[in-house]
């Protein structure tokens, strides 16, 4: 919920299945649901919102996400349909980050 904006946002656009690991616990189904569904119908100022509610409640303290980033983040990703893997999404973050000293 505090790290990448750009990743918090295509989840949350293209959903996410599988196991997936935070702070070196590993939680897949039955802990979890199997998928979560995507909201990709959701306009830009409502993912926003949803996104700076779980970023900053339940003692989190995260900076403000923009609206602009959450439309890029669908541009970029647009014509994925299917949900994400913890796997595929560290991959997609990795690949699109630039490279250091270019």
Not at 74 to 100: C, F, H, M
């Amino acid at each position: 919920m505090l790290g990448d904006e750009k990743r918090l946002a295509l989840v949350l656009l293209h959903g996410m299945e599988g196991p997936v690991e935070i702070n070196k616990r590993v939680y897949d189904a039955p802990d979890i649901l199997p998928v979560m569904p995507a909201h990709s119908t959701m306009d830009d100022q409502s993912i926003t919102s949803i996104l700076m509610y779980i970023r900053n409640e339940w003692g989190n303290n995260a900076g403000p996400i923009g609206k602009r980033t959450v439309g890029m983040t669908r541009v970029l990703a647009q014509g994925r349909v299917v949900p994400w893997t913890a796997k595929e999404l560290n991959k997609y973050i990795l690949d699109s980050k630039p490279a250091e000293g270019k």
